[in-house]
């Protein structure tokens, strides 16, 4: 069976149409601002593409970019400046931080109604309990491709392999509120190949390439890759190999343009949130 292709560009764009075409009808534009620490190139890039999306968006956004040698209190009176801020309704700090600087403390600081990543405990709290106010960007994007394709985690066993907090466990947290049967891998779990075998949706993030082979997919299952590695020759790969495994899937997402620009439109989504929060909006 060829599988049919989950295209999260072309979703992503669609989204982020209607995000804002929803900022427009807002009193005042949306704000993000973007905390960027050090001189990692991803960073950067990730850091660029923020801006370019809220151009996109219509919003307004700012950039920070500091030192790799900001002190803690420096980033955390940062923090608590745009925290106080009215024109700003997102903040998002750019991860990882350069060593020295606790990642932890900083996102505690953030204020939870401008914690458009979802990282914040008082939102993970919530989505825990099954009343998110953010999505968390990366599964909540994955949740948007399914219902976009009309697959259903309802009653399906659904397979995570990855269990951070930013993907794997947010992940599985999505699934489960949407009443998949959910198993959740990680390193330590033995029987990885049969577990994922038997997904009917099967979503991996781990990081490495290779890892999730045509014997891993279930026939006609639902194969969702969020890594985003480089392959021996630099090119961007995710950990499934995607020939094989979309030989036997009913969906698959490549890599890129599957999840990646999801997560970008999630996090315009999640500040448009925030905005209509902010102005009490419905
Ligand atoms: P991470 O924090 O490194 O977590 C990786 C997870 O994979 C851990 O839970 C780890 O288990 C597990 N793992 C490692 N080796 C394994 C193995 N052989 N079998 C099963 N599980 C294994 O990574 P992350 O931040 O979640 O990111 C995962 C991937 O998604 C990366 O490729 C990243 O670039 C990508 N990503 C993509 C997006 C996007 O927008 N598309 C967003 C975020 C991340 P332990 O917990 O036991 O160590």
Known sequence: MAATLIDGKALAAKLKQNVRESAEALPRKPGLAVILVGDDPASR?????????????????????????????????LVNELNGRED??????????????????????????K????FHPYNVGQLTIGTPVFQPCTPGGVMEMLREYGIDPAGKRCVVLGRSNIVGKPMALLLLHAHG???????????????????????????????????MVKEG?????????????????????????????????PVPGGVGPMTRAMLMKNTLTAAKLHQGVE
């Open 88 to 113: 700003i309704d997102g903040i998002l700090v750019q991860l990882p931080l350069p060593k020295g600087l606790d990642e932890r403390e900083v996102l505690l600081a953030i204020n939870p109604a």
């Open 181 to 215: 049967t959910v198993v959740l891998c990680h390193s330590k779990t033995p029987d990885l190949k049969e577990l994922a075998a038997s997904a009917d949706i099967l979503v991996s993030a781990v990081g490495k390439t290779g890892l999730v082979t045509a014997g």
């Open 45 to 77: 890039v990730y850091v660029t593409s923020k801006r370019k999306d809220c151009e996109e968006c219509g919003f307004y956004s700012e950039e920070y970019a500091l030192p790799a040698e900001t002190t803690q209190k420096q980033l955390l009176d």
């Open 115 to 118: 914690d458009v990543d979802c």
């Open 221 to 253: 299952s639902v194969v969702i890759d969020v890594a985003m590695n480089r392959n021996e020759a630099g090119k961007l790969c995710g950990d499934v190999c995607f020939e094989e495994a979309a030989a036997k899937a009913s969906y698959i997402t």
